[in-house]
């Protein structure tokens, strides 16, 4: 099972600002950097965010990520349409020796 | 462009094997780590296993460590899985995924599109 908690889902309307949070331990979020992925319906996961707050080349930068001790978010600022999808935050775990996933965040925009 | 193309999934039943393959393009493969990641049918993303640059160091989820196995060929830009005693919670969507670096420890930054493995009677 995911060592990385998000909540399960998220709304909000148009323009809005929209925030999921990642919630791990010492082991991962805590010593390691943290990405964050987005899943269109159908679609394989795309990088959004890596190593906690930096954004790949095509990203628009209405996608901010941030961390602090063992959590972390990803906040979508001025919310559209497109960006209804799954995200999923991750990161290198040094006990488990392995890469963990968060249980991933619905987004809905309403 | 960078491009990750997996292959092999199919039907199988349980307890039989399968070898998934993943064919790389547009990157200079043997500078990264791959990684297998799957997702099973309405489900999370779920870390499979990790191959750094040069098949030195290999890496499992405890769901699949004894039975899955990940190597590579950098003559031939391709990463494989072999996959032993299948069962029913094997079935998914099989991601062949690049790392940013050459150990793996920072996570993927490029996605293939994936090939079904269903483990079936």
């Known amino acids: 099972q995911s060592v990385l908690t998000q909540p399960p889902s998220a709304s909000g309307t148009p323009g809005q600002r929209v925030t999921i949070s990642c919630s791990g331990s010492?082991?991962?979020?805590?010593?390691?950097?943290v990405n964050w992925y987005q899943q269109l319906p159908g679609m394989a996961p795309k990088l959004l965010i890596y190593?906690?707050?930096q954004r790949p080349s095509g990203v628009p930068d209405r996608f901010s990520g941030s961390k602090s001790g063992t959590s972390a978010s990803l906040a979508i600022i001025g919310l559209q349409s497109e960006d209804e999808a799954d995200y999923y935050c991750?990161?290198?775990?040094?006990?488990?020796?392995?890469?963990?996933f968060g249980t991933g965040t619905k987004v809905t925009v309403l | 462009e960078v491009q990750l193309v997996e292959s092999g999934g199919v039907v199988v039943q349980p307890g039989g094997s399968l070898r998934l393959s993943c064919a790389a393009s547009?990157?200079?493969?043997?500078?990264?780590?791959m990684h297998w990641v799957r997702q099973a049918p309405g489900k999370g993303l779920e870390w499979v296993s990790l191959?750094?640059?040069?098949?030195?160091?290999?890496y499992y989820a405890d769901s699949v460590k004894g039975r899955f196995t990940i190597s590579r060929d950098n003559s031939k830009n391709s990463l494989y899985l072999q996959t032993n005693s299948l069962s029913a919670e094997d079935t998914a969507l099989y991601y062949c995924?690049?790392?940013?670096?050459?150990?793996?420890?920072?996570?993927?930054?490029?996605w293939g599109q994936g090939t079904t493995v269903t483990v079936s009677s």
């Open positions: 995924a690049k790392d940013s670096n050459s150990l793996g420890y920072y996570g993927m930054d490029v």
């Open positions: 547009g990157f200079t493969f043997d500078d990264y780590a």
């Open positions: 191959v750094n640059w040069d098949g030195s160091n290999t």
């Open positions: 010492s082991s991962n979020i805590g010593s390691n950097t």
């Open positions: 190593r906690n707050n």
């Open positions: 991750a990161a290198w775990d040094d006990r488990l020796n392995g890469y963990v």
